[in-house]
């Protein structure tokens, strides 16, 4: 299973902003190629093509908004179906309108008045939710967000905090904030119990390892290098 971090998750978003909605199911991986208001778009049908299926049926031809959300989450998480339907606390049945989201999140008790980065943001009136997108960032009483089906597209947008059109704020129960830099020696496997501690002296500067690629798990150090390391990890 591989974790869904919220910096990944609006990293893939942002990549998108640009796409197009396309008139066919033709050229859908083409960011602006046979655009038109068919609601046909890459992001359904990766998910009805998932293992297993993300909804109950193919999403193509609807509204696309909910389906955007998802699917960021989905490739965020290398395309596993169950983990980001997990942290979206996604138990079915599973449809991808904004409605289904919101009951989601308010039946595990993850719905909130207030935004963070990574929330997942719900419009709509006293009728319904009927729009959603992601939250980039809050700053100074403005909400950022990168929506799917807005205006036939996915784009980035902004409100103000006490927006009328703001239903509230759903939080998945992410893995983490930021992704962990990928550790470059090659000797350090996966599962090594002291695979965290290298990552952490890694990425504090404690070591470098013994070049680009290796650590060296094995080697004895000497006095120098401990007190070398002794020193930076002050």
């Not at 991986?29 to 109950?56: C, I, M, S, V």
């Not at 609807?62 to 490739?75: G, H, P, T």
Request: with cysteine; net charge negative; glycine share 10%.
């Amino acid at each position: 299973m591989s974790k869904i971090y919220i910096s990944e998750v609006l990293r893939i978003a942002a990549e998108e902003v640009g796409y197009l909605e396309k008139a066919t199911n033709d050229r859908l991986d083409d960011k602006t190629a046979n655009a038109g208001p068919g609601n046909w778009t890459k992001y359904a049908r990766d998910l009805w093509e998932a293992e297993p299926h993300f909804y109950q049926s193919c999403k193509n031809g609807y509204d696309w908004c909910a389906v955007f959300a998802d699917w960021c989450r989905y490739m965020a998480g290398g395309k596993d179906a169950l983990h980001a339907q997990a942290i979206s606390f996604q138990t079915g049945p599973y449809g991808a309108g904004c409605d289904f989201a919101v009951r989601y999140y308010k039946q595990a008790g993850a719905w909130y008045a207030a935004p963070q980065q990574g929330d997942q943001i719900f419009f709509g009136n006293a009728n319904g939710a009927q729009h959603t997108g992601l939250v980039e960032r809050v700053e100074c009483g403005v909400v950022y967000t990168i929506e799917g089906n807005s205006g036939n597209a996915v784009r980035r947008r902004s409100y103000s905090l006490t927006d009328s059109s703001i239903l509230g704020y759903g939080r998945p129960a992410y893995d983490g904030a930021e992704k962990p830099k990928e550790l470059p020696f090659v000797d350090v496997p996966q599962d090594a119990w002291y695979r965290d501690a290298v990552v952490w002296a890694w990425e504090n500067g404690v070591t470098a390892g013994v070049d680009d690629t290796h650590f060296a798990p094995g080697r004895a150090i000497t006095r120098a290098e401990v007190v070398q390391m002794l020193y930076k990890a002050r």
